[in-house]
Nanobody, 120 residues
Framework: QVQLVESGGGLVQPGGSLRLSCAAS????????MGWYRQAPGKQRELVAA???????NYADSVKGRFTISRDNAKNTVLLQMNRLKPEDTAVYYC??????????????WGQGTQVTVSS
């Protein structure tokens, strides 16, 4: 059984910062791509940022220059540092990971989501 557990969400004022963390645990052979998605009320879930096992990153245009994704392969964790937050960043943020749980079988796992609210 594999679990993704997120932490770090909360309420922050516009211009502030938050750091989200996601830790994978359980039966893990290896982890390929990891990423963060978000879903605002009434909108579809969208990719925020992704990172490969080799460290290559990809960002949504709306967060480029403000958010930074990183990972610690030894700890099976992925982080999202969010700076200069805007009210439009308000959403539930979900961690996603493509996990090889028994080589070569891979599955895309999701975390439970963590609320980020940007408001004065």
């Amino acid at each position: 059984q594999v679990q993704l557990v997120e932490s770090g969400g909360g309420l922050v004022q516009p211009g502030g910062s938050l750091r989200l963390s996601c830790a994978a645990s359980g039966s893990i052979f290896s982890i390929n791509n990891m990423g963060w998605y978000r879903q605002a009320p009434g909108k579809q879930r969208e990719l925020v940022a992704a990172i490969t096992s080799g460290g290559s990153t990809n960002y949504a245009d709306s967060v480029k220059g403000r958010f930074t994704i990183s990972r610690d392969n030894a700890k099976n964790t992925v982080l999202l540092q969010m700076n200069r937050l805007k009210p439009e960043d308000t959403a539930v943020y979900y961690c996603n990971a493509d996990i090889v749980y028994r080589y070569p079988l891979q599955y895309a796992y999701w975390g439970q989501g963590t609320q980020v609210t940007v408001s004065s």
